[in-house]
Nanobody, 112 residues
Framework: QAQLVESGGGLVQPGGSLRLSCVASGFPFTWYPLNWYRQAPGKEREWVATIHSSGFSTNYAPSVKGRFTISRDNAKKTGYLQMNGLKPEDTAVYSC?????WGQGTQVTVSS
């Protein structure tokens, strides 16, 4: 069964950092780009970042560029999203996606 499982979310103060993980199983993770999305309450899902299957190319939404870093370890079938300089507007459920597989999401709350 193809699956992605996120972890690492939580409550953090503005300016803080979190590192999200996304562990894949049941499908050829290394074949596909990995995407991170987020959805805030009452808002549509928003694309955050993408990393190529090789890990050598990345893209970011303007709202997170320079603060977030996407990476992957194909040997571990795991993707990561390092989030620094967090702002209250980053509060959302963060989900990873590869091909047609989606994780269940992990909550990130930025608040003092």
């Amino acid at each position: 069964q193809a699956q992605l499982v996120e972890s690492g979310g939580g409550l953090v103060q503005p300016g803080g950092s979190l590192r999200l993980s996304c562990v894949a199983s049941g499908f050829p993770f290394t074949w596909y780009p990995l995407n991170w999305y987020r959805q805030a309450p009452g808002k549509e899902r928003e694309w955050v970042a993408t990393i190529h299957s090789s890990g050598f190319s990345t893209n970011y939404a303007p709202s997170v560029k320079g603060r977030f870093t996407i990476s992957r370890d194909n040997a571990k079938k795991t993707g990561y999203l390092q989030m620094n300089g967090l702002k209250p507007e980053d509060t959302a459920v963060y989900s990873c996606n590869a091909d047609i597989v989606w994780g269940q999401g992990t909550q990130v709350t930025v608040s003092s």
